[in-house]
Nanobody, 121 residues
Framework: QVHLVESGGGLVQAGGSLRLSCAASTHTFSDYGLAWFRQAPGKEREFVAA????????NYADSVKERFIISRDNAKNMVYLQMDSLKPEDTAMYYC??????????????WGQGTQVTVSS
């Protein structure tokens, strides 16, 4: 079992930055690939970024490349999403997910409760 808790969301103006954090409660954190997804009202959950077990491999949605950076700290059981140059279309609930092998489909075994990001124009 992996319990995930996201934090760091909030209201920010366009062009601003936020750093999301996801804390995992598990003794086997480094066994899991991790990802961030987001879901806006009335839309499906969409892939944002993923990171492999050792933090070497990363993958990003085209819409966030050059603006977002995913990272992890296996010693602290944490995964982060640094979001820069935010746009109103980035507004959504952001979720952290964990599974053995990363995927850009929302088929993760464990999810957090989400943290809201709102970007004003």
């Amino acid at each position: 079992q992996v319990h995930l808790v996201e934090s760091g969301g909030g209201l920010v103006q366009a062009g601003g930055s936020l750093r999301l954090s996801c804390a995992a409660s598990t003794h086997t954190f480094s066994d899991y690939g991790l990802a961030w997804f987001r879901q806006a009202p009335g839309k499906e959950r969409e892939f944002v970024a993923a990171i492999g077990r050792r933090g070497v491999f990363t993958n990003y949605a085209d819409s966030v490349k050059e603006r977002f950076i995913i990272s992890r700290d296996n010693a602290k059981n944490m995964v982060y999403l640094q979001m820069d140059s935010l746009k109103p279309e980035d507004t959504a609930m952001y979720y952290c997910g964990a599974r053995l092998y990363i995927s850009d489909y929302p088929e993760y075994d464990y999810w957090g409760q989400g943290t809201q990001v709102t970007v004003s124009s």
